[in-house]
C-alpha cells in the first residue's frame, strides 16, 4: 500500500529552471495538497484541490502552477525557479473535510535552486 | 486569520521523562485541533486529534486536551522513548479544506 507517492526525492536547479513535482494517492482520496517546509517557518500551504477538477490558492502561492490531472495526481509546477524556492515540498491527501478525516502525507521532494 | 503558536525547541529529554508541548491557537469559531509527528526523513502523520471543547485526544500513550477557555492543546506524555524523537506539528481547522500549522517543536530523546 504505497499511499501518497513523490517524485523525484531530490532536484537541483538552476535560477530560471523550471520543473514540475509529481504527486499521486492510491487511496481514492478526494482533496490534495502542496506544502512547503522552511527551517523556523513550519508547514505553508501552497495549493490544494479539494476535488477532482478544482484547485485553490493556499497561503503561499506565488511563482508556483498546479494542476490536478484526475482523482489520483496533483502536480506543482515551478515555471522559473528561484533562490527563495529551496525548500523541502510535501504533497498530502485526504479522504474529505480535514476536520473529519487525516492528511496523508507523502516523504518530500528536497528541492535546492542555486 | 487563524494562527497556532507553538513552543521553540529543540526539547531535550531522558529516556522515561514526562514530556509536555505547549500549543496555543488563535481561531474565529470552533476549530478542530490536531497535533502531527514527523519522523526523520518522513512525511508528516496525524498523532491525535480533538474536535470539540474539553476532548481528549491520545495515542500511542500521548495526549492532549482541547481547552477553550485558554485556547490550548498541550501536548503530553508521561514516559518518553528514545523512538518519541520527532519533530511535532500543532494545527488546526477552521474551515473546510485546510489545516494552519505551528512551527514545529524538535523533541531529542537520549537514552
Known amino acids: 500500500n504505497a499511499g501518497v507517492t513523490q517524485t523525484p526525492k531530490f532536484q537541483v536547479l538552476k535560477t530560471g529552471q523550471s520543473m514540475t513535482l509529481q504527486c499521486a494517492q492510491d487511496m481514492n482520496h478526494n482533496s490534495m495538497y502542496w506544502y512547503r517546509q522552511d527551517p523556523g517557518m513550519g508547514l505553508r500551504l501552497i495549493y490544494y484541490?479539494?476535488?477532482?477538477?478544482?484547485?485553490d490558492k493556499g497561503e503561499v502561492p506565488n511563482g508556483y502552477n498546479v494542476s490536478r490531472l484526475n482523482k489520483r495526481e496533483f502536480s506543482l509546477r515551478l515555471e522559473s525557479a528561484a533562490p527563495s524556492q529551496t525548500s523541502v515540498y510535501f504533497c498530502?491527501?485526504?479522504?474529505?473535510?480535514?476536520?473529519?478525516?487525516?492528511?496523508?502525507f507523502g516523504n518530500g521532494t528536497r528541492l535546492t535552486v542555486t | 486569520g487563524d494562527s497556532v503558536t507553538q513552543m521553540e525547541g529543540p526539547v531535550t529529554l531522558s529516556e522515561e521523562a514526562c514530556l509536555t508541548i505547549?500549543?496555543?491557537?488563535?481561531?474565529?469559531?470552533?476549530?478542530?485541533l490536531f497535533w502531527y509527528v514527523q519522523y526523520p526523513g518522513e512525511g508528516l502523520q496525524l498523532l491525535l486529534k480533538?474536535?470539540?471543547?474539553?476532548d481528549k485526544g491520545s495515542n500511542k500513550g500521548f495526549e492532549a486536551t482541547y481547552r477553550k477557555e485558554t485556547t490550548s492543546f498541550h501536548l503530553e506524555k508521561g514516559s518518553v522513548q528514545v523512538s518519541d524523537s520527532a519533530v511535532y506539528f500543532c494545527a488546526l481547522s477552521g474551515g473546510y479544506s485546510t489545516l494552519t500549522f505551528g512551527k514545529g517543536t524538535m523533541l531529542l530523546v537520549s537514552p
Open positions: 505547549n500549543c496555543t491557537y488563535t481561531a474565529t469559531g470552533y476549530p478542530s
Open positions: 480533538a474536535t470539540k471543547a474539553d
Open positions: 484541490s479539494a476535488s477532482e477538477g478544482t484547485t
Open positions: 498530502a491527501s485526504s479522504e474529505r473535510r480535514v476536520d473529519n478525516s487525516p492528511l496523508h
